[in-house]
């Protein structure tokens, strides 16, 4: 009997290697959210980069559409685009003080001086406009769900498509003039909903 307790005593794993065999499995957990959390991060920032992508392409072809590009797509969905797509740090700033100031001027320069106001000024003036006076609900609760997501994803298709149809097809749409430059921009406005919804509902 003494020699069966000797045994026994023997296989059961001693107090040190119980804490060894625990201490290996906490830095194996505490590898695997480290590289979760690396992963995860790099994927906020590849959405954060896509999105002042989009805003800046969504920026150019709407100077592009008052300057010389002149097509008869409704290009002012560019606006509620750049509204759901502009980076928090750029949108704070110009729906702040700077912005409430620049609408100032701009509505004071289309009420008394209307002559001296170009054209290609009423977009950007809208989007101040916008900017300035979007309810809270629409500024927070929109802009950082995937509602605002998918209004970006609809206005990207909208455009691309009409831009193709207007071309006269998906070859013309890069062949004519300035074309590649706005076929890519319009389709750089898809790149970042299409990745921001990908990530939402993983």
């Known amino acids: 009997m003494g020699r069966m307790d000797y045994l026994a005593m023997k296989t059961d794993p ?16 505490a590898k695997k959210l480290a590289t979760h959390a690396v992963k995860l991060g790099g994927l906020g920032f590849g959405t954060t ?7 800046f392409a969504a920026i150019y072809l709407l100077v592009l559409d008052r300057t010389n590009w002149r097509t008869n797509m409704l290009t002012s969905l560019l606006i509620p685009y750049i509204f759901f797509s502009l980076p928090s740090v750029l949108f704070n700033l110009l729906s702040g003080e700077v912005g409430k100031w620049i609408a100032f001027i701009a ?11 170009p054209d290609w000024l009423e977009m ?19 802009r950082s769900s995937w509602v605002g997501i998918v209004i970006c994803l609809g206005i990207g298709c909208y455009l691309l498509q009409e831009h193709i ?18 076929t890519l921009g319009i389709i750089i406005l898809l790149v970042y909903p299409v990745w921001a919804l990908v990530l939402h509902f993983i």
């Not at 201490?23 to 957990?29: I, P, R, S, V």
């Not at 980069?49 to 805003?55: G, I």
Request: no cysteine; aromatic share 12%; proline share 4%.
């Open 14 to 29: 001693t107090t040190s290697e119980l804490i060894n065999s625990d201490l290996k499995e906490l830095g194996n957990a």
């Open 49 to 55: 980069f896509l999105k002042w992508v989009a805003s």
């Open 165 to 182: 149809r207007a071309s006269g097809g998906f070859r013309n749409s890069f062949t004519r003039t300035h074309g590649i430059s706005n």
């Open 107 to 117: 509505v004071v320069l289309r009420l008394f001086f209307p002559r001296r106001f």
């Open 124 to 142: 950007p003036g809208s989007l101040i406009l916008l900017l300035v006076v979007a309810p809270s609900f629409f500024a927070d609760t929109l």
